[in-house]
């Protein structure tokens, strides 16, 4: 398991952290995602895709997306379309909902509440 990974990008800090298991890899992405930090997230998923393993990104506490935040997610799901997204917060979904993009890869029941894993 990774511990808590703050990711910087610039002068822009985001919080991202990753837990690790033989199968999953959960990333779980608190803050803003925005131009200044959307690379950062890019460079986390980037890490994990492709290795076998079910990759879950938690969007639960992600207060503010932007474009750049769409971009990384949607090319994240073009490279593994088995990524799935975990409890998009109000804004994501917001954002998700004014680009007309409908992801099937919602997994709310996937593990429970956030904090449980």
Do not use: K, W
Not at 15 to 27: G, L, P, Q, W
Not at 66 to 95: E, H, M, T, Y
Request: proline share 7%; with cysteine; glycine share 8%.
């Amino acid at each position: 398991m990774n511990p808590v990974l703050p990711s910087v990008h610039g002068s822009c800090p985001q919080r991202v952290r990753v837990r690790e298991s033989v199968a999953t890899v959960h990333v779980m992405v608190c803050g803003e995602v925005d131009l200044c930090t959307a690379p950062a997230l890019e460079d986390v998923l980037e890490g994990h895709l492709g290795r076998g393993q079910q990759v879950i990104v938690d969007l639960s506490q992600v207060a503010f997306a932007d474009g750049s935040a769409l971009r990384v997610l949607l090319r994240a799901c073009r490279r593994d379309p088995d990524l799935q997204l975990f409890a998009p917060s109000r804004s994501v979904r917001r954002l998700l909902r004014l680009a007309g993009v409908s992801l099937p890869h919602y997994a709310a029941e996937v593990f429970g509440h956030p904090g449980a894993h």
